[in-house]
Structures are given as C-alpha cells and as structure tokens.
C-alpha cells in the first residue's frame, strides 16, 4: 500500500522560511513524477512545484525564485523548500506522486496534508 507522509508544516512569520518534507512508502518511485499542491480556504487546490522522474523542475509563478524542490530516489522523499514566505502562502500542502504511461495517468496518489500559517 502507497502511503505519502508530509512534515514540516507549521507557523512561519512573513519573511521566514520552511522546508517541507514528504516520504513515500510501499513501493519505488524513482518512475513516478511528484510535487507539491496547496489549498487555501475557500480555493481550489493549485500546483506549488513538480519534478518529473527525470528530475526536471517547474514552479506555480508565485513561488518561482523563492522555492527549491529536490527528490531523493533512494530515500523516496520529495522536500520543498520555501523562503520568503507571504501570508497568502497560507495553505494546507498536499505531496502527489503520479505515473504516467503513454501520457496516461496510471498510478495517483495523495498525501494527507500539512498546515503552513504564514503570519505575524
């Protein structure tokens, strides 16, 4: 059974800094692609950042120049690190981890969420 765990969530001051960490377990995902969605109260879920399987990177523009994602196959972790951080980065963040095959999605799995509060 796939599971995903984020940590690292929590209250930040605006200007401050996070790093969010999300593990995957019951399989090898050196295959999948991954990245980290947020929702904010009373908005749709959104992408913060992707890495693809080959390790190339895209960003929400929100986020790009003050975020970095980085995968670790052998660990099966996918981390997030946020600076600069604004109150409307205010979120709950979901880790994903998607299979792709032939352009399909084939495998789609969620983590539970973890609580980011930027504020003073």
């Known amino acids: 059974q796939v599971r995903l765990l984020e940590s690292g969530g929590g209250l930040v001051q605006p200007g401050g800094s996070l790093r969010l960490s999300c593990a995957a377990s019951g399989g090898a995902f050196s295959n999948y692609d991954m990245g980290w969605y947020r929702q904010a109260p009373g908005k749709q879920r959104e992408l913060v950042a992707a890495?693809?399987?080959?390790?190339?990177?895209n960003y929400a523009d929100s986020v790009r120049g003050r975020s970095t994602i980085s995968r670790d196959n052998a660990k099966n972790t996918i981390d997030l690190e946020m600076n600069s951080l604004k109150p409307e980065d205010t979120a709950v963040y979901y880790c994903n981890i998607k299979r792709t095959t032939w352009g399909a999605v084939t495998d789609d799995y969620w983590g539970q969420g973890t609580q980011v509060t930027v504020s003073s």
């Open positions: 890495i693809t399987k080959r390790g190339s990177a």
